[in-house]
């Protein structure tokens, strides 16, 4: 009854975001044996809801708090395509997706869709992305028309926000490629765009350090430390942050009700040798 309660306050949660022209994107952690028969429904549940412009589906990982699992059953971005294309009747297939060239390709893939009415088109199908993104050198191919290029390269990035005025913008730049979609402006195809995107965040049973060298998702430290989103949550870093900052918490309190600037000190890190 009170996971039903909760489910019910976010649906409505989302409706209201609808009703005043909020945009979202979804971010369901798929695991095992749990949900992953629902990854469909999702997607369209996100395609007909006025609030909802994409999907980032992430494979469920370990680190922090999480639920009894079997690190040999752990969910993939493999794993998750598979069932994309089976639950969606191939509304989405899984070479629609291509991986995002700023991370390790097994980190990221996404794809992009011109909706209209019950019609999918995945951009995929009209360019052939993977031919032009290059995501070893983690730059455009050359080749092709240079403006094309860069809405490709601004699309297949980690930074682009589904429905904003440059991924919009993109979108139609990559679809005129091929003369599609007729006579929309920029509003017609922001209203028609869809993300799904699939993010795999490592955890300590899949840590991996050539991933971590080119992640491109990181913590900003006090001090300007950038740590690697999952290098942070994975091997020890953030055990160190947390404790440094609670430490601290209470004297910026003290300076915040003084009225005195508080400056916090850089946060450091110790690891031991390996025995």
Known sequence: ?????????????????????????????????????????????????PAVLGVNFQPAFHAGRFMQHDPLQRMTIPDILRLIEAQTDGMFR?????????CFPTCNS???????????????RLLDVEDYLDYISNRIV???????????????SSSAVPGSAKATSDLLTSCAAR??????????VAERMFM???????????????NVMKCCKEFLLPGGKQIPFCAYNSVG?????????????????????????YTIEPITFHFGAPQ
């Not at 003369?179 to 017609?188: S, V």
């Open 196 to 210: 799904v995107m699939l993010q795999d965040f490592m955890d300590p049973w899949t840590f991996n350090q050539k």
């Open 1 to 49: 009854m009170a996971n039903r309660t909760y489910s019910t306050r976010k649906l409505k949660a989302l409706d209201r975001l609808g009703e005043i022209g909020c945009k979202v994107v979804l971010v369901p952690a798929i695991e095992r044996g749990v949900n992953e028969h629902e990854i469909g429904e999702i997607v369209r549940f996100g395609l007909h809801h």
């Open 179 to 188: 003369q599609l979609p007729d006579g929309l402006d920029i509003r017609g």
């Open 110 to 124: 996404v794809t992009y869709a011109y909706v209209d009415g019950n019609t999918v088109l995945p951009i995929t």
């Open 142 to 156: 050359p080749g092709f028309g240079d403006d094309v290029l860069r809405a490709l390269e601004g699309l297949w």
């Open 94 to 102: 899984m070479s629609d997706f291509v991986p995002v060239p700023c």
């Open 237 to 261: 870093y953030r055990e160190q942050a947390r404790a440094q900052l609670a430490a601290r918490q209470r004297e910026r309190v003290r300076a915040e009700q003084s009225g005195l600037t």
